[in-house]
């Protein structure tokens, strides 16, 4: 508003000035002084009209003329005009208002003013926290207590943790229903979880129903290339939040900042370390912040720094885990409220489909979905629409327009007719849900396996079972090729096999001959990108090789008997995929029965189409069951080619 004020004023001042200068002249001939002077004496001119060393005149036909007096003194002047009947017009100078002459004189400083005020509020950011000189502001957002519309109905699959952060709102509603008991309200709650499950959703959530301010920030907003200065914005959010209290301050990837100490290069002066110490002297120092809950969120609790971890800092942890079956409903239900659906469309049935989704998995799906149905012009989602976007999601999109030739199409047809054949004969093994020789993304083909039911473990019988498949669709290719003939196609599943096993006897402790203990040291060293020294002697390393040898060769030889007895299966399934490039679980089943299988629905209406082949290897998903510190990627994609 002041910047706008003395804009104003400058602009004022200019105009004043240049109307002030602007003055009207009298178009006419312009003679010397000595002609004027020889005019007036031979009685040329009838009338003049003199302002200060100007002179405008007029002759005795009428025309006009101007002339400039010389700066010195010409008393005869007068008096040459007076006696030959000259008309003498004076012209009265004109009078500047007060107000006119302040502003003039003070125009100088007018422009000094408004040079300060600019620089000033770009020093400052212009209030929005961007200049030079706000490094040292918070970069919270903050939303009142009528902005947040989220409540506890939007969340949905993650039961438990809603129940573990009710408590807060209850706090925050009537906090003297604690207090009178001796209790206190949390300082701060850590939200654990993959990503996509809700966590930030839940922390708008608890505002949303607490109705109280919320400040919401990045811990990356935190760091900059200037020690002290993500301290100084820890300190500056602290102070707006007690202004606000109560209120919550969200801090999203809490991890970018609150990183164990000690492990920099910097040693304990970098800027990372002294934003950490600022944080937690604001969340429990010797001034309290009654009134201001924290909330953070963060997918990799195991980096955090201990001290942030205790109690009086973050008081509790709550896990956001995966949605089981129910909340998978729960969640689809949800995000099926925004679009016209079709009465035969099943949640149920859509979340037995979908295990280790998600919600942000399952929101795309539904929204994948929605966009499936626009390009067919419908009005409403159907249920092959979730069936088309779940098959995009968990294996890639086709690539129609790619050509396969017949030797690759075969090749990769008995490929992945070795994945599904293997893999349906196994102990414990998922059930095949696809097959299909249709390029989706990088692969080339996929074969994808749906458990019936959600699983958390897996048994050494699966991790086998697993195992036997990936190596079902090179042994098929060297059952049909011959040695000489096996492709690279099989590269990712070789490498996923020598993972399960390289974990079952170094990680797991499923190996009967090292027996249950750890032999794989995940630990970094001292530095980041330092290796960690061997926890075991060289001695030790040969026998864990020798062991996961043992059990590839034992699965790959289980495979192979199991693909020669069933020989005549995988010459019916792969002519199956030859014909029709896909085929589901019901067509498995009349293959496996020894029958010719089905047509596919609608089979006789859009007829078959055509793929391509690429000389990359094939591309799958990490494997069931690996202890990575990820989510098994269960339903996703088993064998690819």
Not at 209 to 228: L, Q, R, T
Not at 235 to 243: L, T, Y
Not at 334 to 343: G, I, R
Not at 459 to 472: A, V, W, Y
Request: glycine share 10%; hydrophobic share 40%; net charge negative.
């Amino acid at each position: 508003m002041a910047k706008n004020l003395v804009l104003w004023l400058i602009i004022a001042a200019v105009l004043l000035m240049v109307f002030q200068n602007f003055t009207p002249t009298t178009s006419g001939q312009q003679v010397n002084y000595s002609q004027f002077v020889e005019m007036v004496q031979d009685g040329q001119v009838t009338r003049v009209t003199i302002d200060g060393l100007e002179i405008q005149g007029t002759r005795g036909d009428g025309s006009q003329f101007q002339t400039v007096r010389p700066q010195v003194a010409d008393n005869k002047l007068m008096d040459d005009l007076l006696a030959n009947n000259v008309e003498v017009i004076g012209k009265e100078p004109e009078r500047q208002s007060l107000w006119t002459q302040l502003l003039v004189a003070a125009f100088p400083i007018l422009i000094i003013i408004a040079l300060f005020v600019f620089f000033m509020r770009q020093m400052q950011g212009g209030g929005g926290g961007k200049g030079p000189m706000s490094f040292g502001k918070s970069k919270a957002k903050l939303m009142s207590e009528d902005q947040i519309k989220t409540t506890f109905g939007d969340v949905a699959g993650v039961d438990e943790a809603k129940e573990d952060v009710k408590e807060l709102v209850d706090f925050l509603r009537d906090p003297s229903k604690f207090q009178r008991l001796g209790g206190s309200i949390p300082k701060g709650v850590l939200m654990v979880g993959q990503p996509g499950t809700g966590k930030t959703l839940l922390a708008k959530a608890i505002a949303g129903e607490a109705k109280v301010p919320f400040f919401s920030i990045s811990g990356s907003d935190f760091v900059e290339m200037f020690v002290g200065v993500g301290a100084s914005r820890v300190r500056d959010m602290f102070e707006q939040a007690k202004k606000q209290s109560p209120c919550i301050i969200f801090i999203d990837e809490i991890d970018a900042v609150g990183g164990r100490r000690g492990n920099g290069m910097g040693g304990g002066h970098d800027e990372r370390e002294q934003t950490l110490n600022a944080l937690l002297v604001e969340m429990d120092g010797f001034e309290g912040n009654e009134g201001v809950i924290v909330i953070a969120a963060t997918n990799r609790p195991d980096v955090l720094d201990p001290a942030l971890l205790r109690p009086g800092r973050f008081d509790r942890q709550v896990v956001v885990g995966l949605p089981d079956i129910i909340g998978r409903e729960q969640i689809l239900k949800v995000h099926m409220k925004k679009v016209p659906l079709d009465d035969g469309v099943e949640p149920q049935l859509i979340a037995r489909g979908t295990p280790g989704f998600s919600g942000a998995d399952l929101a795309n799906l539904v929204n994948e979905a929605a966009l499936f149905a626009a390009r067919r012009n419908q009005r409403l989602v159907s249920m092959e629409e979730f069936e088309l976007a779940k098959d995009k999601i968990m294996m890639g999109a086709e690539r129609k327009s790619m050509v396969m030739s017949e030797k690759e199409k075969q090749n990769t047809a008995y490929h992945e007719s070795g994945h599904a054949i293997v893999g349906r004969l196994m102990p414990e093994h998922d059930p095949v849900y696809k097959v299909s020789i249709i390029p989706r993304g990088r692969a080339l083909g996929v074969t994808m396996f749906l458990p019936e039911e959600d699983r958390y473990s897996h048994s050494k019988r699966f991790l086998i079972s697993s195992i036997c498949s990936l190596f079902g669709g090179r042994i098929a290719e060297e059952l049909t090729l011959g040695f000489d003939g096996v492709t690279t196609g099989a590269s990712n599943d070789i490498e996923r096999a020598t993972s399960l096993a390289r974990n079952m006897v170094t990680k797991w402790g499923l190996s009967e001959k090292l027996g249950p203990l750890q032999y794989d040291n995940d630990d970094q060293g001292g530095y980041p990108g330092m290796p960690s020294a061997p926890s075991h002697s060289p001695g030790t390393a040969q026998r864990i090789d020798e062991e996961v040898r043992e059990i590839i060769d034992s699965c790959y030889e289980k495979a192979k008997q199991i693909l020669i007895d069933n020989r005549d299966k995988l010459d019916l399934m792969a002519e199956a995929l030859m014909k029709y490039e896909t085929i589901d679980r019901h067509q498995i089943d009349d293959i496996m029965e020894g029958r010719v299988p089905r047509p596919p629905k609608g089979w006789g209406d859009s007829g078959p189409t055509g793929g391509v082949t690429s000389d990359e290897p094939e591309q799958e998903a990490a494997p069931r069951g690996s202890d990575d510190g990820r989510r098994p990627d269960i339903g996703r994609p088993a064998g690819e080619h």
